[in-house]
């Protein structure tokens, strides 16, 4: 046996220099996986429960009448009237309508803040111009300033271009957003190497070309982050639709808010309007869910 070669037993006792490292964890072979625990299972499931118990808690009440959920203790289990008080919640607060607002308003604010906050984020990560830093300061600064202070005047100016009770009203204050632009940001900091541009640069690529087959594709994990966030607070925001819109053109939130009215509100009622308010956004984390939380993963792995 010549000196280079070693048996099977004096490989594994020589190993590499990292497994002679005090400390360090051995790394797994190719095909072996780690696998979670009794207690890793345990606890998953205890937040899933718990995450789930508010959900479950509107679909029992909403399948309850209003005497019912007066009484104590409250139901724990369905009952019967689900489907009643679901047709009786779509027929008083007009949710047909509602629901063909708030997809267009959540999906329009949607594609124009992650569209602009990549582009926006791109200028302040990569590109050099005068007074970025400035920018980037006074962008962040706006995020710090409460929404509250500005629905006076941004009232004030919607009325003086005519858009009353109309879906641009709620839709152009949105299109941006600071957080969007921070965030896309920080991702593109990491995410695009500055040599891919320059070859892009390189191979004639003008600046259109360059934001749509590199920029787009190394931001599409935090794009898609992003988006589901954005489309999930412009669905449930209620402070400026309800003060913008009316019940004759409203989103779902403010035509849920007329379920509120009356002498004794039916509570069963303004659940089974809520569920229905609800339900868009799980099916699109269920139809969507599972590329953006793979568009998350594969940004993890390449940063």
């Given amino acids: 046996m010549t000196t280079t070669e070693l048996t ?39 937040f899933a429960l718990v995450s789930l118990a508010p959900l479950v808690w509107t679909a029992v009440a909403a399948s309850r009448n209003n005497e019912r959920l007066a009484q104590a203790p409250p139901p724990l289990w369905f009952g019967g009237n689900l489907f009643k008080n679901l047709q009786t919640a779509w027929e008083q607060a007009g949710l047909g309508t509602a629901m063909v607002n708030s997809t267009i308003v959540a999906g329009t604010i949607t594609i124009g803040t992650v569209v602009f906050s990549t582009l926006a984020g791109f200028a302040f990560a990569k590109l050099r111009f005068r007074f970025s830093g400035l920018l980037l300061l006074l962008t962040i600064g706006t995020m710090m300033i409460p929404p509250q202070l500005a629905v006076v005047p941004l009232y004030l100016w919607m009325s003086d271009l ?8 709620v839709i152009l204050p949105t299109l941006v957003s600071a957080f969007g632009t921070f965030f ?4 593109l900091v990491q995410a695009l190497p500055s040599e891919l541009i320059e070859a892009a640069r390189v191979d004639g690529a003008g600046s259109l070309r360059v ?8 931001a599409r994990p935090a794009m898609a982050v992003l988006g589901l966030l954005t489309f999930v607070m412009a ?4 402070l400026w639709p309800i003060i913008a819109l009316n019940q004759q053109n409203p989103t779902v939130q403010v035509a849920l808010n007329s379920l509120g009215t009356g002498y004794i509100p039916d509570q069963a009622v303004i659940m089974a309007g809520a569920l229905l308010g ?14 953006i939380v793979g568009g998350i993963m594969q940004g993890a792995i390449k940063g």
């Fill in 211 to 218: 934001v749509w087959h590199v920029v787009f594709p190394a």
């Fill in 278 to 291: 609800t339900l868009p956004l799980l099916i699109a984390f269920l139809l969507f869910g599972k590329q």
């Fill in 162 to 169: 005519g858009w009353s009770n109309q879906l641009q009203t």
């Fill in 8 to 46: 099977a037993p004096q490989a594994e006792a020589k190993g590499s220099p990292q497994d002679r490292v005090p400390g360090r964890r051995r790394v797994l072979g190719a095909g072996k996986q780690l696998h979670a625990g009794p207690v890793t299972y345990l606890v998953l499931t205890l």
């Fill in 235 to 238: 669905w449930n925001d209620f």
């Fill in 184 to 187: 896309m940001r920080q991702y």
